[in-house]
């Protein structure tokens, strides 16, 4: 599984910009669907930070770090093998260079967590001035 972030730049603070995490599965027997998908995001000398999730497949639904809840939503297009991440109302400590990363195993106490997850996108930088 390969994944390609986009979507990143510079916006200024109340501003709003989508990214765009696209999949490119060969993995035998895989589709995208069956692939939890969630961004995290990373300042220099800072730890990788949970944003969103699109949740583990069939029936669980995303979720959001509280810092972003009600400002950034995350959508799937299963037919594109791509996760959206629509962010809102951003604030200049919403910049970081954002990641998207993807599992088909992911269990539920690590879908916030970097270790649930074996494939990562490239990252995409958002920069948000005040």
């Known amino acids: 599984v390969q994944l390609q972030a986009s979507g990143g730049g510079l916006v200024q603070a109340g501003g709003s910009l989508r990214l765009s995490c696209k999949a490119s599965i060969r993995t035998s027997g895989r589709t995208f669907r069956n692939y939890a998908v969630t961004w995290f995001r990373q300042t220099p000398g800072k730890a990788r930070e949970f944003v969103a999730t699109t949740g583990r497949p069939y029936g669980h639904t995303s979720d959001y770090s509280d810092s972003v809840k009600g400002r950034f939503a995350i959508s799937r297009d299963n037919a594109k093998d791509t996760v959206y991440l629509q962010m809102d109302s951003l604030k200049p400590e919403d910049t970081a260079v954002y990641y998207c990363?993807?599992?088909?195993?992911?269990?539920?106490?690590?879908?916030?967590?970097?270790?649930?997850?074996?494939?990562w996108g490239q990252g995409t930088l958002v920069t948000v001035s005040s």
């Open positions: 990363a993807a599992s088909s195993s992911v269990i539920l106490s690590n879908l916030s967590s970097e270790r649930g997850y074996n494939y």
